[in-house]
């Protein structure tokens, strides 16, 4: 089983639309929770950061992380056609540094 | 702009010969990180370096090794490259060394080897 699940998509929705993004893990020591977003040739870009469980909002972007079920998850509200990227999550326990990355999403958000 | 700057944006080469890769981190970070963005494989971290020694390392081939200088800047060396060595190779830069904080990463250098 790897470190973390990330189901790759790709996901194409309408604009304004909801959207749903979702990472599983196996490593119960992950403690940092990320989702960054990554547009075509580009590097990976912060979305956002949350550290151990709860909610984090930020603007139309809101982050859950649920460590009970070691799954975290990433939610776009009313989407738009630059929305359009893969989202990556990714998570550290802390003691090292280093990030490790779910393999993204691609969502395409239609105008 | 992430503040972070890779050199060279794309690089060719042939199998079997050596390259090298630089880093600039952002004004004031002290780690670097080294990624590796493939198709099959995805985002793997391959090693970090916090103010000039190395710190954690992770799925780094012997072939290729990295070193931070006085200046903070990083360099990953690849060698005796093969074809499967094709990928992203992204550089990360954050102030502490411990726990990821927010690691901003630069625009990849393009590596490809025929």
């Known amino acids: 089983q790897k470190e973390v699940e990330q189901d790759p998509g790709p996901l194409s929705v309408p604009e304004g639309a909801i959207v749903s993004l979702n990472c599983t893990y196996s490593n119960s020591a992950f403690q940092y929770f990320m989702w960054y977003r990554q547009y075509s040739r580009k590097g990976p870009e912060l979305l956002m950061y949350t550290y151990s469980s709860g909610n984090k909002e930020d603007g139309r972007f809101t982050a859950q992380v649920d460590k009970s079920s070691k799954y975290i998850s990433l939610f776009i509200r009313d989407s738009q056609p630059s929305d359009s990227a893969t989202y990556l999550c990714?998570?550290?326990?802390?003691?090292?540094?280093?990030?490790?990355f779910g393999k993204g999403t691609k969502l395409s958000v239609k105008p | 702009d992430s503040g972070v700057t890779q050199t060279p944006k794309h690089l060719i080469t042939a199998t079997g010969q050596r390259v090298t890769l630089r880093c600039s981190p952002r004004?004031?970070?002290?780690?670097v990180y080294w990624y590796q963005q493939s198709l099959d494989q995805g985002l793997q971290f391959l090693i970090q370096?916090?103010?000039?020694?190395?710190?954690a390392k992770g799925n780094i081939l012997e072939r290729f090794s990295a070193q931070q200088f006085p200046d903070l800047h990083s360099e990953l060396n690849l060698s005796s490259l093969e074809l499967g060595d094709s990928a992203l190779y992204f550089c990360?830069?954050?102030?502490?060394?411990?726990?990821?904080?927010?690691?901003?990463f630069g625009q990849g250098t393009r590596l490809t080897v025929v």
């Open positions: 990360a830069s954050s102030l502490g060394s411990g726990g990821p904080t927010e690691a901003f």
């Open positions: 990714a998570m550290s326990g802390g003691s090292q540094g280093n990030l490790i």
């Open positions: 370096y916090y103010n000039g020694e190395e710190r």
């Open positions: 004004s004031g970070d002290l780690s």
